[in-house]
């Protein structure tokens, strides 16, 4: 089991550029949360996302912020028209159907707003 | 609404010291209560939680519901424990909300 795997691991993007993260759960997992680093911060909840599911996106800011986990395939939270302040690590945690308790994260993608 | 909180940003001991993280909580009802921890260049891992009351590495973590407390701590500090601390809750609903993190730095 590789783990929860994320993509790019760094990104680099200009101001208006769309941005797209990519989350891979762990094999066997159906829950998929998105967070948000930032130096000062910690880590700030986004999105919950179950299989086709959005459950809980009271973290994503209302604009320009979005997320999936389709049927098949990844988890994107994809970030439109990027602002300096988008600058962050973002990481996916996961966990298995039902939930254990326990998240298991992934490595972080960082991305960087010129 | 802020339900976690850890009101040390930065922590350093000497080893061999005690250390304690402090967390405190926020949340009527049962959550439950986590310490993940993130060493450096790894990836954030669950470190210990209260409803396994293990000790891991050395840390331990009590619930106390009257303080609405769940502080880490260790007797003996070494320096792999230097690292980012994260304390965590989860509610009935599978959500989970995480503190601004700890960074203890321990000292040889």
């Known amino acids: 089991n590789a783990g929860v795997m994320q993509n790019p691991r760094h990104l680099v993007r200009r101001r208006g550029q769309e941005a797209r993260l990519r989350c891979s759960p762990m094999k066997g997992h159906s829950h998929v949360y998105w967070y948000r680093q930032l130096p000062e911060e910690g880590l700030k909840f986004m999105v919950y996302l179950q299989k086709e599911n959005i459950i809980d996106e009271s973290g994503m800011p209302k604009e320009r912020f979005s997320a999936e986990f389709p049927k098949e395939g990844p988890s994107i939270l994809r970030i439109q028209q990027v602002v300096r302040g988008d600058s962050a690590a973002y990481f996916c945690?996961?966990?298995?159907?039902?939930?254990?308790?326990?998240?298991?994260f992934g490595e972080g993608s960082r991305l960087t707003v010129l | 609404a802020q339900r976690v909180t850890q009101p040390e940003k930065l922590l350093s001991v000497f080893k061999g010291a005690p250390v304690e993280l402090k967390c405190n909580y926020s949340?009527?009802?049962?959550?439950?209560l986590f310490w993940y921890v993130q060493y450096s260049r790894q990836r954030l891992q669950l470190l210990l939680r209260?409803?396994s009351r293990e000790s891991i590495k050395g840390f331990t973590a009590d619930l106390n519901k009257g303080e609405t407390s769940f502080h880490l701590k260790k007797p003996f500090a070494q320096e792999e424990d230097s690292a980012m601390y994260y304390c965590a809750l989860s509610d009935p609903g599978n959500q989970f909300y995480f503190g601004t993190g700890t960074s203890l730095t321990v000292i040889p």
């Open positions: 949340y009527s009802g049962s959550p439950e």
């Open positions: 945690a996961s966990s298995p159907l039902g939930g254990t308790g326990e998240l298991f």
């Open positions: 209260h409803i």
